[in-house]
């Protein structure tokens, strides 16, 4: 994490998707093509399922992030310390059971949604 800024979404419509467990928004074909960069652990990239799994459509508000480390409103989204990019306010689902055993196994903590 932190390092190069993550790809900026390509497109504005109904194809953006955000992380569940870092919320950075991208489109579903970039997820595929480079997986997530705060998230190379859930190894989306080339895996459709994976990208299903991890991302989801349902999100609300959307915010772009220069410098995390720097913004107040990164910190208060606590994602202060992840790489530049656009990022969602809130996601609504809760991340599958088998992907969050697996942030347990690499040591990175995943805070599920208030409200699923």
């Not at 993550?6 to 997986?35: M, N, W």
């Not at 989801?56 to 220069?66: A, K």
């Amino acid at each position: 994490m932190g390092g190069a800024a993550a790809q900026i979404p390509t497109s504005f419509g109904h194809e953006l998707r955000a992380c569940l467990r870092c919320r950075l928004v991208k489109t579903y074909d970039q997820f595929r093509e480079s997986g997530c960069e705060n998230c190379p652990f859930f190894k989306m990239d080339g895996d459709n399922e994976r990208v299903v799994d991890c991302t989801t459509p349902n999100f609300n508000g959307m915010i772009s992030v220069m410098d995390p480390t720097r913004s107040w409103a990164a910190r208060w989204l606590r994602v202060g310390r992840f790489v530049p990019g656009c990022y969602t306010l809130a996601v609504s689902e809760a991340l599958p059971e088998d992907m969050q055993a697996l942030c347990e196994e690499v040591h990175v903590q995943y805070v599920p949604p208030k409200r699923v």
